[in-house]
């Protein structure tokens, strides 16, 4: 079973020059007294990585982000993650997230059921942190 999990507390990241991995305590004993956490993600070759991480929608990895420097840095290197993004009412929390992502984004969508979401995209398009944008698009979100 993978385990992957935040080490870290509130927006901070753990230290980039930790190259070791962690053993932590825990309660189940199959595991025995210790559990080494290993981070399989850092550790693939790019190419895997992003085939991975494709899979997953902007909000959660927007999330990723946030799991460990590590996993910052990863994120950064791999553009074809954040070609085409899209910002809807599930991650428009995050869109302070962007400017570390920014020069990587080309075609940006923008749900506007929420003013919210508009005018935090214009802000971030503004301040210049999606200065290689090529497309910019804005739709009505569909409600059921």
Known sequence: MLHISNTTKGNSYSDPEDNEDE???TEDESYGPLHKRIDIITRLPYEVAETILSELSTAELLECLKVSRKWLDLLQKLPKLWYEVTVDEENYTMLHQ????GEHIRKYQIYDSCEEIFDGSVAEILG?????????GKCKMNKY
Do not use: D, E, V
């Open 23 to 25: 053993y932590y305590g």
């Open 98 to 101: 962007l400017a570390l992502i």
């Open 128 to 136: 210049g942190s999606m200065n290689n944008l090529k497309s910019l």
